[in-house]
């Protein structure tokens, strides 16, 4: 990866990587002055009412992490804005025309996302997608505007493609909101950090020609190849523990933001890393994956980098735990009880 006549940058060593925080004093700062923005809605949730493989996916968990942030203390109900739908002119930013004719037909969407399209399907199953992409753009939006740190409780939707769906993804949610900011003139150096346990393809197809864009995903396997300059695609075998996941995110990301140099961030906080996800075969514990988010979140917003987290991927009863232990770190600077 070449840095564009910037000096080489040292990766951070494995065993050296959380021995000092030296960022962590600016995030305390940049908290004391200013709480993440949040963003939720109930129309994220559409219970999917059928069994099977796609409904290991807890529908639910937009709402779980929401009424838990809030039964902690962390939140109050009034902090959470509740953002309007996406609009067809920034759908139309990223997605073809006939594929989002397609997706507004139940019995197709049905289909993409298996799902059985003989279910008697109707709009609000497009819904959550509308209104999870409109939370990540208004992240984006208010982020980019405070120079903060904002926090949407759904989006991540990191598989689909300009013209299809995949990997029960429907809307490019994270691509649509950096081409609504890239159009505003609020960013030009992006980084797209993917830390679910699958290859963030989509975001990676869809950018594949745009060298403002940095794609950078650790996962378990590659769906796709990409050739451009500014990729990092890593792959980790089954059963990756802790120590060895996190030395090899902290053996990367440094760099990357180093020779890169973001002026924007959104951060692709899969929960299915997680030892006891339903799809994943990952072993890392419920601490480190808070260790994983408090790291991203010390070398990029600590930095002073306006940051998007969207929650993407995570099958299973314990996975909206992962999103909130990390959401209340975040709103309160201690970890939750039980980690």
């Not at 990866?1 to 990766?11: W, Y």
């Not at 260790?291 to 099958?315: H, K, N």
Request: glycine content about 8%; hydrophobic content about 40%; proline content about 5%.
């Amino acid at each position: 990866m070449a840095a564009h006549g910037r000096p080489p940058v040292r990766s951070v060593q494995a065993g050296e990587k959380f021995a000092s925080h030296p960022t962590w004093e600016v995030v305390v700062s940049l908290a004391a002055r200013q709480q993440p923005s949040l963003f939720y809605r109930d129309e994220y949730v559409y219970d999917v009412l059928e069994a099977g493989f796609r409904h290991t996916f807890d529908v639910q968990k937009p709402r779980r992490i929401r009424n838990a942030l809030i039964a902690s203390g962390a939140a109050r109900a009034e902090q959470f804005i509740a953002p309007d739908a996406v609009r067809d002119p920034e759908l139309r930013l990223v997605h073809t025309a006939d594929y989002l004719g397609e997706i507004r037909r139940p019995d197709t969407l049905a289909r993409l996302l298996f799902l059985d399209p003989a279910h008697p399907w109707d709009a609000r199953l497009l819904e959550p997608f509308l209104y999870a992409t409109g939370g990540t753009i208004g992240g984006a939006r208010t982020a980019a505007t405070t120079r903060g740190l904002a926090v949407n409780l759904g989006g991540g939707f990191h598989h689909a493609q300009a013209d299809r769906a995949d990997g029960f993804c429907a809307l490019a949610d994270v691509a649509i909101a950096i081409r609504v900011l890239q159009r505003s003139g609020q960013t030009a150096r992006t980084l797209i950090v993917d830390l679910d346990y699958h290859h963030g393809n989509g975001n990676a197809e869809i950018f594949a020609t745009d060298e403002s864009v940095f794609t950078f995903s650790l996962h378990a396997g590659n769906w796709c190849w990409i050739t451009k300059q500014h990729n990092c695609d890593v792959e980790l075998p089954s059963h990756t523990g802790d120590a060895a996941y996190l030395d090899t995110l902290a053996q990367h990301l440094p760099a990357i933001r180093d020779r890169f140099e973001p002026d924007f961030v959104f951060y692709v906080a899969g929960s299915d890393p997680f030892v006891d996800d339903t799809l994943g075969d990952f072993d890392v514990s419920e601490p480190g994956m808070l260790e994983r988010d408090q790291f991203v979140t010390r070398e990029l917003w600590g930095r002073g980098i306006p940051m998007v987290v969207v929650t993407a991927g995570g099958y299973g009863p314990a996975s909206w735990r992962i999103h909130f232990n990390y959401f209340h770190w975040l709103l309160t600077g201690a970890t939750a009880a039980g980690v």
